[in-house]
């Protein structure tokens, strides 16, 4: 099984909503990734979780949370984002090393109105 | 910084035509490259990849890469191209920190 998956598939929120993205993978990778991604654009890093803990924050706002409660899940927890927060975001995993194949999940479309 | 540069945003050839998608790295040691595809509203998915080895690389849905240390490239090619494959392709490098670097993407519209 070389499946993420993630949840939910679309969402709209208020700008203050609190609304939380949920992915999972069962592969036993030991590094899960979350990324945005705007329209016609490459996906843009956010964290990077390895061995459950948090190793890589591309300086995101506050108003994104980032959660692993054990190795196969990944949380993202959202709160007073902006309308500019809209875009695709994709959760990813990968097994160990920089040359292992990267699992990417089919994202959530999120609308921030 | 090390950086992926993917030449030409939008790609048109016709079907039964050479599809060539060009990237090209910077970097001082040997990268580790790989070509993602990506259909509308969907995930990133892997074509192939590069490590070490061998320098030509076969992937998935008749796609293939040549890594070329001399010219820094890993252009991706398939000798045919099929209405299936028009989406946006992004080439990847990764990192020993766990990072991947994307270029900025090529879409490729495939004419009937």
């Known amino acids: 099984d070389t499946e993420v998956t993630q949840t939910p598939k679309h969402l709209v929120m208020g700008m203050t909503n609190k609304k939380s993205l949920k992915c999972e993978q069962h592969?036993?990778?030991?590094?899960m990734y979350w990324y945005k991604q705007k329209a016609k654009k490459p996906p843009e890093l956010m964290f990077v979780?390895?061995?459950?803990?948090?190793?890589i924050n591309e300086s995101v706002p506050s108003r994104f949370s980032p959660e692993c409660p054990n190795s196969s899940l990944l949380n993202l927890h959202l709160h007073a984002l902006q309308p500019e927060d809209s875009a695709l975001y994709l959760c990813?995993?990968?097994?160990?090393?920089?040359?292992?194949?990267?699992?990417f999940g089919p994202g959530t479309r999120l609308t921030v109105l | 910084a090390q950086s992926v540069t993917q030449l030409g945003s939008h790609v048109s050839v016709s079907e039964g035509a050479l599809v060539l998608l060009r990237c090209n790295y910077s970097?001082?040691?040997?990268?580790?490259l790989f070509w993602y595809v990506q259909y509308p509203n969907q995930g990133l998915q892997l074509l192939l990849k590069?490590?070490?080895?061998?320098?030509l690389v076969k992937g998935i849905n008749g796609f293939e890469a040549e890594f070329k240390k001399s010219e820094t490239s890993f252009h991706l090619t398939k000798p045919s191209a099929h209405m299936s494959d028009a989406a946006e392709y992004f080439c990847?490098?990764?990192?020993?920190?766990?990072?991947?670097?994307f270029g900025d993407g090529t879409t490729l519209t495939v004419k009937p």
């Open positions: 990813a995993s990968r097994s160990q090393g920089p040359a292992d194949t990267q699992y």
């Open positions: 592969m036993g990778h030991r590094a």
């Open positions: 979780y390895s061995y459950e803990k948090l190793s």
């Open positions: 970097s001082s040691v040997p990268p580790y």
């Open positions: 590069y490590t070490t080895g061998a320098t």
């Open positions: 990847a490098r990764g990192t020993n920190a766990g990072k991947s670097t």
